[in-house]
């Protein structure tokens, strides 16, 4: 989605900094436009790092048997999860 953001943000800067030739009282478009390319170009640097950056996922597995009833257990959890005791 960031990426997306970005280049739209890119688009619709470019187009006012470049392409537009409209005088407006007290905004300057052009200003607009350029303001709008760096924040485009900042989302995107920061889509990118976010993809690059990838998803570690941990999981832990531990089995007992339970001295009550002698059954099997198995108690699984991921790295976001609280540590098993």
């Known amino acids: 989605m960031s990426l997306g953001l970005g280049i ?3 688009v619709v800067g470019a187009i006012l ?3 537009v ?3 407006l009282a007290g905004i300057d ?3 607009v436009g350029y303001i709008l390319l760096a924040a485009g170009l900042i989302v995107i640097i920061i889509g ?3 993809l690059a950056r990838g998803r570690n ?3 832990e597995t531990r089995t007992s048997i ?3 009833t002698g059954s099997r257990v ?3 959890a991921r790295n976001d999860d609280p540590p098993l005791v």
């Open 8 to 10: 739209f943000l890119f």
């Open 17 to 19: 900094a470049f392409a």
């Open 21 to 23: 030739d409209v005088q």
């Open 29 to 31: 478009i052009k200003m």
């Open 48 to 50: 990118i790092a976010l």
């Open 57 to 59: 996922s941990v999981s």
């Open 66 to 68: 339970d001295p009550a």
């Open 74 to 76: 198995t108690r699984s």
